[in-house]
């Protein structure tokens, strides 16, 4: 089975500060992984993904994660936070290997982001 | 860029009537699936349907719930009798390769 959890439901950082937002995850099998954002009465919004082959990922918005295999983690980073980044962020593995690709989600972390 | 679209963005009911959500998903996607969010919990898989067929489905996805792909182009979700506890923002996502794009949600309230 494949579980992911996010550490801390909400993280608060100031403008222009570094954003970490912590993914680590449970999969028996090679997973692909991903990072979504919601916005406010939004749809969940596809921020990167890691399958295969280069272990750093960009995304947009300048985000980007690294693919730790050893850590079993995902973690999200930004190097300077923006108002606009204020959101909920998900991360997700996908099943692949079942016939479904089905999406498991952590349980989110909302950022704020401090003037 | 092709959007996964979904209908109503807002559902108010009454507990034990019908209500079916709508979504149109990317066009060349093969894929389709719902999720459900209630307030404040994490996003849930509930169903994925590929080839006119649910390829696999959840604990919560029960015999009141079904889906459906009436036509080509819109893929359904339908909720037979209504439960307080399916108040939801219920998410609609289809499938390219191995990335899963969502639509904007409905937010189903059960009163």
């Known amino acids: 089975a494949q579980s992911v959890t996010q550490l801390g439901s909400h993280v608060s950082v100031s403008e222009g500060a570094l954003v970490l937002l912590r993914c680590n995850y449970s999969s028996s099998v090679p997973p692909y992984l991903f990072w979504y954002v919601q916005y406010p009465n939004q749809g969940l919004q596809l921020l990167l993904k890691y399958t295969t082959g280069a272990t750093l990922v960009k995304g947009i918005n300048g985000f980007e994660a690294e693919f730790k295999k050893s850590e079993t983690s995902f973690h999200l980073t930004k190097p300077s936070a923006h108002m606009s980044d204020a959101a909920e962020y998900f991360c997700?593995?996908?099943?692949?290997?079942?016939?479904?690709?089905?999406?498991?989600f952590g349980s989110g972390t909302r950022l704020l982001v401090r003037p | 860029e092709p959007e996964v679209t979904q209908t109503p963005s807002h559902q108010v009911t009454q507990m034990g009537q019908e209500v079916i959500l709508r979504c149109v998903p990317i066009s060349n996607h093969l894929y389709f699936y719902w999720y459900r969010q209630i307030l404040g919990q994490k996003v849930e898989f509930l169903v994925s349907?590929?080839?006119?067929?649910?390829?696999?489905k959840s604990e919560i996805f029960d015999d009141q719930f079904s889906v459906e792909r009436p036509d080509g182009s819109n893929f359904t979700l339908k909720i037979r009798s209504t439960k307080l506890e399916d108040s939801a923002m219920y998410f609609c996502a289809s499938r390219g390769q191995e990335t899963q794009y969502f639509g904007p949600g409905t937010r189903l309230l059960v009163l």
């Open positions: 349907f590929y080839n006119n067929e649910i390829s696999e």
């Open positions: 997700a593995v996908s099943a692949w290997m079942d016939s479904s690709y089905k999406l498991i």
